[in-house]
């Protein structure tokens, strides 16, 4: 099954808060024209895979687990989540940096709570080996956002110009990696 997901292609024409065409508010050879020119060069087949699940890569379409921290833990997370065929490791708690804690042994009571099995299921060796992950996935795409780039709130307001807004900035960041990679475009 088919999972939807929220990715949206690039479409140079669409409206965002910007007027509908560049050239009407910039003056000819203005830097900014350097974003569009350079999407219209890319070879996005890789990232549109990405997204629609024909080969592997960050996201999944339909993910096997899923990872959070404590704040998104509830009893309703953990059972729409599983509904939907997804593995939860969903911290139940906080835990102090570099506090360990002990491995689980033996079988669960039949009448542990549903925190309760999470919190035993976060202490087996596959547990904490899934809820690591988080830390190499998009947790540091957020850091690198927040820490380097200084995005630290949004500047609009409603959800389609905060959409548009962080739109950008995913944009100038997949950008920004791509030139610091050394990337550059393939010609014919």
Not at 106 to 127: N, P, Q, W
Not at 165 to 184: A, P
Request: charged share 30%; with cysteine; aromatic share 8%.
């Amino acid at each position: 099954m088919t999972k939807p997901t929220r990715f949206q292609p690039y479409d140079r024409e669409q409206l965002l808060l910007l007027p509908q065409d560049m050239r009407e508010w910039l003056p000819e050879g203005d830097l900014a024209y350097f974003i569009p020119d350079v999407v219209e060069t890319l070879d996005l087949g890789a990232i549109y895979g990405d997204y629609d699940g024909s080969r592997g890569g960050q996201p999944p379409c339909h993910p096997d687990e899923l990872s959070a921290d404590n704040g998104y833990f509830s009893e309703d997370n953990v059972t729409n989540v599983e509904k939907e065929e997804i593995e939860p490791y969903i911290a139940t708690g906080r835990q102090k940096h570099g506090e360990k804690t002990l491995p689980a042994c033996g079988r669960i009571r039949k009448d542990a709570t549903v925190r309760e099995r999470m919190a035993r299921k976060l202490r087996t060796l596959r547990g904490r080996g899934a809820y690591k992950k988080r830390k190499q996935t998009v947790e540091p795409v957020f850091g690198q956002i927040k820490g380097a780039r200084g995005f630290r709130q949004f500047l609009l307001r409603g959800l389609r110009n905060v959409s548009a807004e962080w739109d950008l900035i995913c944009l100038t960041h997949n950008l920004l990696k791509l030139h610091r990679s050394g990337w550059k475009v393939q010609t014919a």
